[in-house]
């Protein structure tokens, strides 16, 4: 009779993080929730920057992993609740604001974009290496900006270079901070929670 270890199962293709809890509609609809919910919290995390109507937060980080860790589906569904949510009035877009008349709202809808499409790169092993992790959160926070820069000058007026002088430049180094944080937390949780799949 062996008493070797059984060798770690290998995860099938397509998998994400949200795939190693036992599979359930119920699962399903407490990850979008809790996404979502996340998604607020961090926007709590907020701090004005000067001369910008768009202030530095923790939602577009939490946004990117909710994406990564959920998949395109429940992804794209978490952060749809969140912004339906928000525009209904739901206090918990970045300093407890609601609605969708405000100039930041176009990262919001760039966030809903850049979840589904890092979702859909985490299905394919974009969060399982540093390399390929951060080359998903680049790209994610380059939809979001894509989106919420060009919102931002038509609804204040100012021009497109003055958009991305006020909502974009500010914010890079910020985003290269985030990323680093996920290029390390996203694989690491692959190698305890996979590992264990």
Do not use: C, E, H
């Not at 909710?66 to 339906?84: D, E, H, P, Q």
């Not at 959160?137 to 979001?144: D, E, Q, T």
């Amino acid at each position: 009779m062996s008493t070797a270890a059984a060798p770690a199962r290998t995860l099938r293709a397509g998998t994400v993080l949200a795939d190693l809890l036992p599979a359930s509609r119920a699962r399903d609809i407490a990850l979008v929730v809790g996404g979502a919910a996340l998604t607020g919290l961090a926007a709590q995390l907020s701090v004005p920057v000067p001369g910008s109507p768009v202030p530095v937060s923790g939602q577009t980080f939490a946004a990117l992993l909710v994406g990564t860790a959920l998949g395109a589906r429940r992804g794209f569904l978490a952060l749809a609740l969140y912004a339906v949510a928000g525009m209904a009035g739901v206090p918990w877009f970045a300093q407890a604001t609601s609605g969708y008349g405000m100039p930041s709202f176009g990262y919001i809808l760039g966030m809903l974009l850049a979840a589904t499409v890092v979702g859909a790169l985490a299905r394919r092993g974009a969060d399982r290496s540093v390399l390929r992790t951060a080359g998903a959160m680049v790209l994610g926070s380059a939809i979001i900006y894509a989106v919420g820069v060009p919102y931002l000058a038509l609804a204040t007026g100012m021009t497109l270079g003055q958009a991305v002088a006020a909502g974009l430049t500010p914010f890079l180094i910020g985003d290269a901070l985030k990323a680093a944080l996920a290029m390390g937390a996203l694989p690491a949780a692959w190698k305890l929670l996979g590992n264990k799949g």
